[in-house]
């Protein structure tokens, strides 16, 4: 998925849809939404796995509105049932649920919560296959059906609020919960992913979710960071977290683009400060495995900061369109990622252990394996004075570029992304970072596969455009397959490696390997061998290009 655009109060179907209908119409890439908790009306009735929210008169209607806009929807589901919905009432009678206070505490929506009228929602046993059994009995009748693209599986911990030590002695089907604790998330996903494969192997499971235990990224699982606070120290914090998760074995985690609790700037999207770390989040987040804006306190959605022209508008849209040329890239960083127990967002003393210098920095990381990079998370742009913790806009002054220091690791030679000049490794440089620029840089001998200009991940209009970062001898393996079935388990995709040799300046192709169904039968690609004057900023007219036909036979380029 290239990027989602998720909204913490969507709280009508016209809402949910018309989202996506004003991305459309205002060219802006999007291919995913998230629809949240709204949709079964009230905490009485938390995570019904139903539609009782009236404001959703049709969601089969929204559904199909939203995939004909060429866009997936993921719906929000919980670990826990208020004590109206069917599940809770099946859970209880078979003394499936645990004791002890969870989210929401109150059955009113409001904060602080009210408890003079508490909630009653309780939290399933996911330990114990036949509540497993029910929890996607109700998941298939309730949501499946509508052809939903994905679930949020949210507060999978699960939430649990006002912790007493006696809440650890809830018998689980496994023992008591303070034994098993911390598995809950791998069990829960596990058994919403274990279902619905036995049910149906067209579609791709996708699952969103906010923690993990080890191995859970073998059910299609996607964490993120949770709801965290919007401010610059959080920012920077969030690099660190999602390296340190990465590590851990599991590959695909992301953050709330923007932060979800924007409590530290007041005014939300009108207040100009939060639009700079808005930016600089968006920067980071187009550089994880998952890129999702999502929060609560103020909107997302692109045209409520500004319009075509001015800075915030036109960074955020740059960003977005940037990972979304980067596709080929990152979805065959996905298929290494899967074949050779790789990782996508990778801390760089895995690929420099070597480098003493490179071992303790926490705030740059390889993007798949060829590209460096360093975020922003320090405010430059926007004067701003704090009254405690919160930032209070001033004006605006972009006279003055503004810098950030790089470390580019030893061993190799590296090229400015953005422009093309060519750096020694094992130095610290100076970036300058205008508001619509995230210090990026290339590994001599990468090559890296851009798509064209999309409006949505399958839609492919235009040709590859394959850059290559001379210096050093590399390869690139460019993975494609059918996009939303398991049939690549059975060997239904294809695989071509190119390689770049430098003492010779040729760059090959080699033979196809496999194929599946609508495959092209051709393809054009441009070639651009990146110097100190070519890079992806670099005006058309200025990049000298070749451009070939692949039609799966190995080919030699001499450049």
């Not at 791709?204 to 960071?225: D, E, K, P, V």
């Amino acid at each position: 998925m290239g990027t989602g655009k998720a909204k913490k109060d969507t709280k009508s179907q016209k809402e949910t849809v018309g989202i996506v209908e004003k991305y459309r119409e205002l060219g802006v890439p999007i291919d995913g939404i998230i629809q949240d908790w709204q949709y079964w009306g009230d905490n009485y009735h938390w995570n019904a796995m139903e539609f009782l929210n009236p404001e959703f008169p049709d969601p089969q209607k929204m559904v199909n509105d939203i995939h004909e806009l060429n866009a997936h929807i993921i719906i929000s589901i919980w670990s826990s049932f208020g004590p109206k919905t069917k599940p809770y009432k099946e859970l209880n009678e078979n003394n499936m649920l645990m004791d002890f206070l969870t989210w929401p505490m109150s059955g009113k929506d409001v904060w602080p919560p009210d408890m003079d009228y508490p909630s009653g929602v309780r939290v399933y046993d996911p330990y114990n296959p036949a509540a497993r059994d029910i929890y996607w009995k109700y998941l298939k009748n309730g949501l499946l059906t509508y052809g939903f693209d994905g679930w949020w599986m949210d507060s999978t911990e699960p939430d649990h609020m006002e912790f007493k030590p006696s809440d650890l002695d809830n018998k689980t089907n496994m023992g008591s919960f303070r034994r098993v604790r911390n598995a809950y998330p791998l069990m829960t996903v596990g058994g919403v992913h274990t279902h619905q494969r036995k049910e149906d192997s067209d579609k791709r499971i996708f699952i969103l979710t906010r923690s993990a235990f080890a191995g859970q990224q073998r059910h299609a699982a996607n964490s993120w960071s949770g709801d965290v606070i919007t401010d610059w120290d959080v920012l920077k914090k969030q690099i660190s977290a999602g390296l340190n998760f990465s590590l851990t074995g599991i590959p695909y985690w992301n953050s709330d683009i923007g932060g979800f609790f924007v409590w530290n700037f007041p005014g939300g999207y009108k207040n100009k400060a939060y639009h700079e770390i808005y930016v600089r989040w968006m920067q980071f987040g187009a550089f994880c495995p998952m890129m999702r804006s999502h929060g609560t306190d103020t909107p997302r959605e692109l045209w409520h900061y500004g319009e075509e022209g001015s800075w915030t508008y036109d960074a955020l849209k740059k960003m977005i369109e940037l990972r979304y040329s980067l596709l080929p890239y990152i979805y065959s960083t996905s298929w290494d990622v899967t074949k050779n127990h790789s990782s996508m967002m990778r801390a760089l003393m895995m690929d420099f252990a070597d480098d003493k210098m490179a071992l303790d920095i926490n705030d740059q990381y390889m993007f798949g394996k060829s590209i460096l990079v360093c975020p922003v998370t320090e405010p430059m742009y926007v004067k701003y004075r704090k009254e405690g913790d919160q930032y209070i806009a001033g004006g605006e002054d972009f006279s003055t570029l503004k810098t950030t220091n790089v470390y580019l690791p030893a061993g190799t030679k590296w090229f400015d992304f953005w422009s093309g000049e060519l750096y020694d490794g094992g130095q610290t440089i100076e970036r300058e970072v205008p508001i619509d620029i995230i210090p990026l840089y290339v590994k001599a001998g990468s090559i890296i596969p851009f798509g064209p200009k999309v409006q949505y991940a399958n839609e492919e209009i235009g040709p590859l455009t394959v850059y290559i970062y001379p210096g050093a001898n590399g390869s690139f393996t460019f993975y494609d397959d059918e996009r939303d079935n398991y049939n690549y388990e059975e060997g239904a995709y294809a695989t071509f490696e190119m390689k770049w040799d430098d003492s010779t300046q040729k760059f090959t192709i080699e033979a196809q390997q496999g194929k599946y169904d609508g495959m092209p039968e051709s393809r054009k690609i441009f070639l651009v061998k990146v110097s100190s004057d070519v890079g992806v900023d670099s005006p058309d007219d200025d990049v000298t290009t070749k451009e070939i036909i692949y039609q799966g036979d190995r080919m030699e380029v001499q450049l």
